[in-house]
């Protein structure tokens, strides 16, 4: 009788301890804040493989960019012969995608409207409504999108679709 | 006549061999130093990876040609949002003035660095975090990285560049 009440009071005692001094260090450590959703780093960086390869087969030099669901750059590759423009591109057309939920090339009109300007005023970084980059999803909800950049916007967006299958 | 014809037969002989060798030689001479490829950028990044793993640091590491155009980049999970833009700011920094992104922190409020990061479209980040690549005495590039302290970051990218040994 007394030993199982001694064996309860060690019990409750180290889950005190444990409450009072280990609960409180790790409160402490800086992690990472709660991301955005978004696609894995190496779910990215095989998208990226992906787009590569097609881009290959097709011949042309690529630029290519993921996204998470805030715009923010997970990834981003430039294959050697690609023009150094196309990085800002890519980031631009993906970041469009990712804050719209929409394929950047079904943004032409809004790219031309009064209410864009506005809007690419108040985000800070590149914002390109041309096509070429594709909403990634994950269960029904938006995680991101991909874009590609560096040829015509149809093989761009081809590239993009041929890498989605990764997510 | 014959001799000659043999003469003609050695001199062509000689002359293809020279042009196959020299060809080459002259082509370097004449685009520079070998530039910095995507699937290097790629190996650097993978390396930093690596270590930033074994150190428990999570960061977004950024490689650059000489001129400071992006060539690759990428945030580890768990990385904050915003350290890939201070990556790409040290990085850029690093390739365009030929240093270590840590020399140029002193002097980041004179008039040339400040006219620098206006020209660059106020990109740059004159951090601790960055440095050069460099190959037969030319910046070919830079890798930096973000998301711990500034000298876990520069050391992160100096193991990265011994690592794959440039």
Do not use: H
């Not at chain 2, 020279?18 to 950028?41: D, I, Y």
């Amino acid at each position: 009788m007394f030993r199982s009440q001694y064996r309860w009071s060690v019990l409750a005692r180290s889950i005190l301890a444990t409450v009072i001094f280990v609960v409180p260090v790790a409160a402490q450590q800086r992690d990472a804040p709660a991301p955005p959703p978004g696609p894995t780093t190496a779910q990215a960086m095989a998208a990226l493989a992906a787009a590569q390869e097609a881009a290959e087969a097709l011949g042309v030099s690529l630029s290519c960019a993921v996204v998470d669901s805030r715009g923010d750059m997970i990834a981003m590759a430039r294959m050697d012969g690609a023009r150094f423009f196309t990085t800002d591109v890519a980031q631009g057309k993906a970041r469009m995608s990712a804050l719209f939920g929409q394929p950047s090339g079904a943004m032409a009109d809004f790219g031309n409207s009064a209410a864009f300007s506005s809007f690419n005023e108040t985000i800070p970084g590149p914002l390109y409504a041309f096509q070429g980059a594709l909403p990634i999803m994950r269960d029904g909800e938006l995680i991101g999108a991909m874009g590609c950049s560096g040829a015509a916007s149809q093989v761009d967006e081809d590239a993009v679709r041929s890498a989605l299958s990764v997510f | 006549m014959k001799q000659n014809k043999n003469f003609s037969r050695a001199l062509l002989a000689i002359m293809i061999v020279f042009g196959s060798v020299a060809a080459p030689v002259r082509l370097a001479a004449q685009n520079g130093p070998q530039r910095l490829t995507l699937s290097e950028a790629q190996a650097i990044i993978a390396a930093a990876q690596r270590d930033a793993a074994r150190k428990n640091l999570r960061l977004s590491i950024a490689v650059v040609d000489g001129r400071g155009d992006l060539i690759a980049a990428t945030r580890m999970p768990n990385a904050r949002s915003t350290t890939m833009d201070t990556a790409i700011g040290k990085a850029m920094g690093a390739a365009i003035f030929g240093r270590p992104s840590a020399e140029l922190a002193a002097r980041s409020d004179s008039p040339l660095y400040r006219n620098m990061n206006e020209v660059t479209g106020g990109r740059l980040r004159f951090f601790q975090g960055a440095v050069p690549i460099v190959r037969n005495g030319y910046t070919v590039g830079a890798v930096g990285a973000s998301g711990a302290s500034a000298q876990d970051d520069e050391d992160n990218v100096k193991a990265a560049l011994g690592a794959v040994g440039l």
